[in-house]
């Protein structure tokens, strides 16, 4: 069993930043491979990016690449979202969730999720 547990959102004007921490606790978080998700209100959950276990391969999903950075530090069994020049359409609650088995952009892939953290951008 992996715990989850996302921080750092807030509310940021448009243009600013945000760096998001999910601390893990549990099972070995150096096995995991894990993402970020986000999901508006009446909206679908939506992917951001995901990191594989060993840090050597990350991805973005087009709304976000350039703009977001994914990274992790295995020795604090956390990993981090740099999110850069942020807009209103970033606002949303952002998930973070954790597969041993697999590295994917589906939700249904990954089987530890945190409770989210609200991020709001102002115009």
């Known amino acids: 069993q992996v715990q989850v547990v996302e921080s750092g959102g807030g509310l940021v004007q448009a243009g600013g930043s945000l760096r998001l921490s999910c601390a893990t606790s549990?099972?070995?978080?150096?096995?995991?491979?894990m993402a970020w998700f986000r999901q508006s209100p009446g909206k679908e959950r939506e992917f951001v990016s995901c990191?594989?276990?060993?840090?050597?391969?990350?991805y973005y999903s087009d709304s976000v690449k350039g703009r977001f950075t994914i990274s992790r530090d295995n020795a604090k069994n956390t990993v981090y979202l740099q999110m850069n020049s942020l807009t209103p359409e970033d606002t949303a609650v952002y998930y973070c969730?954790?597969?041993?088995?697999?590295?994917?952009?589906?939700?249904?892939?990954?089987?530890?999720w945190g409770q989210g953290t609200q991020v709001t951008v102002s115009s």
């Open positions: 969730a954790a597969s041993q088995n697999y590295y994917s952009s589906l939700p249904l892939f990954y089987n530890f």
């Open positions: 549990g099972r070995t978080f150096s096995g995991y491979n």
């Open positions: 990191i594989r276990w060993n840090r050597n391969t990350t």
